[in-house]
């Protein structure tokens, strides 16, 4: 993915929506002229990634668009020989890249030669938009359908101890 492009941000899924009855490849997606381009999946305590990676096998083949996908995880990522392997076949067989990343390798991907305070403002803009979210201020966006009271006062007491 990349920060400073032509594409546009898909409006995220409900949260408890399947993907697959929801046609989504991923999480976060980005289009060019509404085709799907570049897709990434957030997995929570799912650090190995070899029924997604088989899942997004499937996924790929009905959208041969998508040029880059993957995956972050919220703790390290398990990279057993297997995973890897999996994850060659099917950037082989598809022509697709696809990145497994922990949160931090995703924001210093995704960050890559930006200077000091564009990556202040981008944080300062990506903090607004989420808690924005999370008070359901963006639901043309991100169409969140629970009370997200106990995310907030987790980003706070996170915030203060920082």
Not at 4 to 15: A, F, N, R, T
Not at 107 to 112: G, P, R, V
Not at 136 to 162: G, H, N, T, Y
């Amino acid at each position: 993915m990349h920060l400073l492009s032509d594409l546009k941000l898909v409006p995220l899924s409900q949260l408890r929506s399947a993907n697959k009855k929801h046609g989504n490849i991923g999480d976060i997606e980005l289009a060019r002229i509404n085709i799907i381009v570049e897709s990434l999946d957030a997995k929570y305590g799912s650090p190995y990634l070899r029924d997604e990676l088989e899942e997004l096998k499937d996924k790929l083949t009905i959208n041969p668009e998508l040029k880059i996908a993957g995956f972050i995880v919220d703790s390290k990522l398990d990279l057993r020989k297997d995973i890897i392997e999996k994850k060659k076949e099917i950037e082989f067989d598809t022509g697709t890249k696809i990145y497994l990343f922990t949160f931090d390798q995703w924001i210093d991907y995704e960050t890559k030669g930006l200077d000091l305070k564009t990556k202040q403002n981008l944080a300062y803009l990506w903090l607004n938009a989420l808690v924005e979210s999370f008070c359901q201020k963006r639901v043309e966006i991100a169409p969140i359908d629970k009370p997200c009271d106990k995310w907030l006062e987790d980003l706070i007491q996170f915030l203060k101890q920082s």
